[in-house]
């Protein structure tokens, strides 16, 4: 049995994540994910910055205007200065930032310079609560979205809405 190591993330502020901020999963483009609550802020945010931002569904239960979770769908992210090579809303930034490198799949980015160059470390568990406890809170609120009957899915290169189960061939069982 390989023993598991305990690594910390520290982010090399390479800007990958900020700059491609969209990712293709079963054969759909999202974007950033982003909580009601967040698009609310995100939205007043780039107001009084006069910063224009497209926010997009993500997912829908019942029927499509229903929407559950929300996509920056910028890219880059507007938020992201790419001469400080820093984010300018770093305090307020979503959920999704706030784990990275691990994304909403439970899985680590593998566009992101810092899991590269810790691939030979694999398997490997992250040091520190905010990677950790942010991923396990978006994959725990995602499965309690994911119980709702119906569910639709909105992607950004087709801007069409698809239903997930035609989307989704498999089951993923997320253990928390």
């Not at 698009?39 to 007043?44: A, F, N, Q």
């Not at 938020?79 to 490198?101: H, V, W």
């Not at 899991?115 to 905010?130: A, D, N, Q, S």
């Not at 009957?149 to 909105?154: D, E, K, Q």
Request: glycine fraction near 4%; hydrophobic fraction near 35%; aromatic fraction near 10%.
């Amino acid at each position: 049995m390989i023993p598991v190591r305990t690594v910390k993330f520290e982010c090399l502020r390479c800007g990958r994540c900020c700059v491609q901020t969209r990712r293709e999963l079963h054969g759909l483009v999202f974007g950033i994910q982003l909580w009601p609550e967040e698009k609310k802020l995100l939205t007043c945010i780039a107001k009084e910055k006069g910063i224009k931002i497209t926010v997009k569904p993500q997912f829908a239960s019942r029927s499509k205007s229903d929407i559950t979770l929300w996509q920056l769908a910028n890219e880059p992210c507007p938020f992201y200065d790419e001469t400080t090579r820093s984010c300018t809303i770093y305090p307020y930034r979503p959920l999704a930032c706030r784990a990275y490198p691990v994304c909403a799949t439970g899985n680590l980015d593998k566009y992101c310079e810092w899991t590269k160059r810790h691939e030979h470390l694999i398997p490997f568990k992250l040091e520190g609560p905010e990677p950790v406890w942010n991923a396990i809170i978006i994959a725990r609120r995602t499965l309690l979205e994911q119980t709702r009957p119906s569910r639709w899915v909105f992607d950004l290169r087709t801007e069409k809405w698809h239903k997930v189960s035609d989307v989704i061939k498999e089951m993923v069982v997320i253990k928390l």
